[in-house]
């Protein structure tokens, strides 16, 4: 019965977060406990600028590294922290392969995925791999994606992260946490395993998360406003409006965010009136939608919207003036179904409601142009009042 050849190479792409993971697995399975470092020899890929040195230079070093035995014929593991995206490296590689010495391991970490996006160009540099060794392909770098599949991939993973920590954790809670950093693996995880580590409670409440969790993401307490304001909650509002405040965020910025919840409110009782109400038709109506669709809204747009929903100034069609940018949607959703319509008693009433908060708070943005900096903070308090109904 032939025995299985040894892998000579190990090309692994995908999420830094996740490659280096794989490889630190890897190091501790060929390791074990010994410390004898010169078993496991690094190399890492430059910055773009110094790149053609690391060709001249580094590269032969790396062969020269692999094709050589320890002379107690113990294997090694020769590792590159990134791949160069030339014609001349990706050449260089099956010549590389040949010259692996037997039990040696050359590990390619594809840190920055360019293996996944210039497939055609690394095809024969990843068939040499495959014919020699392993190729693994892990996940995208979330930041990698497109905006709303990023958002959702974002709140994927901190699911999966809590879950693999035995804990679990709400929708909302989740994109608390993916809000308030980038969209990034390490972030998640490392934020989960604090969290998880301090919360006794088998469920992490969205409490827990915006206590425990460090933001770093200059949009979080804009996002947290926005949360706020579709809350349709006077307490809440004023809340989020001090943290901007004391953010160094002007009344111009939560005026400016208060006209765009206002006109998705607007968007979503208009299309509530017509029994389609859902994170779909919303997302249909934003800047961000593929060409045909936005072609598709345009089209059907005279005869199911009211005419107030779309920007007076567009000539030729309809298109609505802010987007969702994938985020929001379910807070439109659940103030149209749950807290406009409640107060108003129907679709139609709300529709009407919505238009006038909406120039209540449209007096209010013009009132503080005029106004001096002593009268700002009622001029605002009073056009909350108003949309929250106090």
């Not at 390619?108 to 693994?136: F, I, P, Q, T, Y």
């Not at 909302?172 to 995880?189: H, K, T």
């Not at 936005?294 to 009211?306: F, L, Q, S, T």
Request: glycine content about 6%; proline content about 4%.
């Amino acid at each position: 019965m032939p025995t299985e050849r040894p892998s000579k190479v190990l090309l692994i792409c995908g999420d830094e977060f996740l490659v280096v993971n794989r490889m630190l697995r890897v190091k501790k399975e060929r390791l074990g406990g010994s410390s004898d470092q010169s078993r496991w020899v690094e190399f890492e890929v430059p910055q773009h600028k110094y790149q053609k040195k690391f060709m001249d230079e580094s590269l032969p070093a790396l062969d020269a590294e692999i094709s050589f035995q320890e002379w107690n014929g113990s294997p090694k593991a020769v590792v590159l922290r990134g791949l160069v995206n030339t014609a001349k490296f990706r050449e260089s590689v099956p010549d590389i392969l040949s010259h692996v010495a037997p039990g040696n391991l050359l590990i390619l970490m594809d840190v920055d995925d360019v293996v996944r996006g210039n497939w055609k160009s690394w095809e024969s540099a990843v068939k040499a791999c495959r014919e020699c060794g392993e190729v693994v392909m892990l996940e995208p770098a979330i930041s990698s994606l497109k905006l709303s599949e990023s958002r959702q991939e974002a709140v994927k993973t901190v699911v999966e992260s809590f879950s693999a920590m035995g804990k679990t954790v709400s929708k909302s809670a989740a994109e608390s946490l993916a809000m308030m950093g980038p969209p990034e693996r390490w972030y998640i995880y490392g934020e989960a395993a604090k969290i998880s580590a301090s919360v006794d409670s088998e469920v992490v409440s969205k409490d827990d998360i915006e206590s425990m969790a460090f933001p770093v993401s200059s949009d979080y307490e804009t996002w947290r406003f926005c949360q706020a304001f579709n809350s349709g909650r006077y307490d809440s509002v004023m809340s989020a409006t001090n943290r901007m405040l004391s953010a160094g965020k002007p009344y111009e910025l939560m005026y400016a965010l208060c006209m765009k919840q206002l006109r998705w409110q607007l968007i979503g009782a208009s299309l509530k009136t017509f029994g389609s109400l859902n994170e779909g038709s919303l997302s249909a109506f934003s800047p961000s939608a593929e060409a045909a669709d936005k072609a598709a809204v345009a089209a059907r747009a005279g005869r199911d919207m009211h005419p107030s929903c779309w920007n007076p100034d567009f000539d030729g069609g309809a298109r609505n003036v802010e987007s969702l940018r994938g985020r929001g949607a379910s807070e439109i959703i659940a103030f149209v179904e749950d807290f406009l319509i409640g107060r108003c008693g129907g679709s139609e009433e709300a529709k009407i409601v919505s238009m006038r908060r909406y120039a209540a708070m449209f007096d209010a943005m013009d009132e503080a142009r005029t106004a001096g900096s002593e009268h700002q903070d009622r001029i605002f308090d009073d056009a909350v009042k108003k949309v929250c109904w106090i």
